[in-house]
């Protein structure tokens, strides 16, 4: 299979927003493996010396600015056959640092706890590629688990340009922190080819993500794009080796555990012989509910099952 790249720069990526009408910078086959590099933040939280920023960011900066508020992606990537209804796999090979540092910043009105801090506060950290971890100002070598906080495919036409920063049905703003290297993801499908991209590069982050960012990085990312015309999804779904990860995205809590709930039962039904009811029985008795972040206007939950517990049941 051919290998392709495509690398960050102000002809690759696109600042804020996704949109069903942005043309693809790489089209690639079904199957075929492609590298791709992402830069994060904004000309204001640059660190002043000391760290090395990589020339695509400076120049993102001097000839761009954002259509919405979000995140700079690289993409999109489109898979040649790949058709609107279809699903998108998306195999994440590898994930390499692609900066000496990241950031992190929380301030008021923002974050899990918007009326608790009054003044806004930007933190450096060093990364330490040898010893994959990361250094908090109070001596903590904090271990990193980079994985993308952004990817998605295309939104459907009829919702026009979109902000990167709440989830939804397409994928985006995810930060799942189990989608690191080795997961499968998959996104339902609203374009032809897809349109696939990635950004917000995150080293480290826990579940909730509470003051609104985690260590916020630039990555690199290798990635196998399949098509696949048998799966229909409503919303992404994922698969570590060891377990199935159902995803649903709303502002209301309560809603995003109903629809990660009932996409799980209807896998355990769809791979298994078992009925609703016993499906849902195995959740309740199996399956972990995690809040996914709650910070980015739609908030997250998803519900994880170990395969274990259903393989060779159909």
């Given at each position: 299979?051919?290998?392709?790249?495509?690398?960050?720069?102000?002809?690759?990526?696109?600042?804020?927003?996704?949109?069903?009408?942005?043309a693809p910078r790489?089209?690639?086959?079904?199957?075929?493996?492609?590298?791709?590099?992402?830069?994060?933040?904004?000309?204001?939280?640059?660190?002043?010396?000391?760290?090395?920023?990589?020339?695509?960011?400076?120049?993102?900066?001097?000839?761009?600015?954002?259509?919405?508020?979000?995140?700079?992606?690289?993409?999109?990537?489109?898979?040649?056959?790949?058709?609107?209804?279809?699903?998108?796999?998306?195999?994440?090979?590898?994930?390499?640092?692609?900066?000496?540092?990241?950031?992190?910043?929380?301030?008021?009105?923002?974050?899990?706890?918007?009326?608790?801090?009054?003044?806004?506060?930007?933190?450096?950290?060093?990364?330490?590629?040898?010893?994959?971890?990361?250094?908090?100002?109070?001596?903590?070598?904090?271990?990193?688990?980079?994985?993308?906080?952004?990817?998605?495919?295309?939104?459907?036409?009829?919702?026009?340009?979109?902000?990167t920063l709440p989830?939804?049905?397409?994928?985006?703003?995810?930060?799942?922190?189990?989608?690191?290297?080795?997961?499968?993801?998959?996104?339902?499908?609203?374009?032809?080819?897809?349109?696939?991209?990635?950004?917000?590069?995150?080293?480290?982050?826990?579940?909730?993500?509470?003051?609104?960012?985690?260590?916020?990085?630039?990555?690199?990312?290798?990635?196998?794009?399949?098509?696949?015309?048998?799966?229909?999804?409503?919303?992404?779904?994922?698969?570590?080796?060891?377990?199935?990860?159902?995803?649903?995205?709303?502002?209301?809590?309560?809603?995003?555990?109903?629809?990660?709930?009932?996409?799980?039962?209807?896998?355990?039904?769809?791979?298994?012989?078992?009925?609703?009811?016993?499906?849902?029985?195995?959740?309740?008795?199996?399956?972990?509910?995690?809040?996914?972040?709650?910070?980015?206007?739609?908030?997250?939950?998803?519900?994880?099952?170990?395969?274990?517990?259903?393989?060779?049941?159909?």
């Amino acid at each position: 299979m051919a290998q392709h790249r495509l690398d960050a720069a102000p002809q690759t990526v696109h600042w804020g927003y996704f949109d069903a009408q942005l043309a693809p910078r790489l089209t690639i086959a079904s199957g075929e493996s492609v590298t791709i590099s992402t830069v994060s933040g904004p000309p204001e939280v640059m660190p002043d010396a000391g760290f090395t920023i990589p020339d695509a960011l400076p120049a993102i900066h001097a000839t761009m600015t954002p259509r919405l508020p979000g995140h700079i992606c690289t993409g999109p990537v489109a898979v040649a056959g790949l058709r609107a209804g279809q699903v998108l796999e998306v195999r994440i090979d590898a994930i390499d640092l692609h900066y000496d540092w990241g950031y992190n910043t929380l301030g008021p009105l923002k974050g899990a706890l918007p009326d608790d801090f009054t003044e806004n506060r930007l933190m450096h950290i060093p990364l330490d590629r040898a010893r994959m971890t990361g250094r908090l100002p109070w001596g903590l070598d904090l271990p990193l688990a980079p994985f993308f906080g952004v990817m998605a495919v295309a939104p459907p036409p009829a919702w026009g340009a979109l902000s990167t920063l709440p989830p939804r049905r397409n994928g985006g703003n995810l930060d799942n922190k189990e989608l690191v290297a080795g997961t499968t993801l998959y996104l339902p499908c609203f374009v032809d080819g897809g349109n696939f991209s990635v950004g917000d590069g995150h080293g480290a982050q826990g579940d909730g993500e509470v003051c609104i960012t985690a260590i916020e990085t630039g990555l690199i990312g290798q990635f196998t794009l399949i098509a696949r015309p048998d799966m229909a999804l409503d919303w992404p779904m994922a698969e570590t080796p060891t377990h199935l990860i159902t995803m649903a995205f709303d502002p209301d809590l309560d809603d995003c555990v109903v629809i990660a709930l009932r996409q799980m039962i209807n896998e355990i039904t769809a791979r298994t012989g078992l009925s609703r009811e016993d499906a849902y029985t195995l959740c309740s008795l199996a399956a972990d509910l995690r809040i996914t972040q709650v910070v980015n206007g739609n908030k997250g939950v998803h519900c994880m099952l170990a395969k274990a517990l259903i393989e060779g049941s159909a």
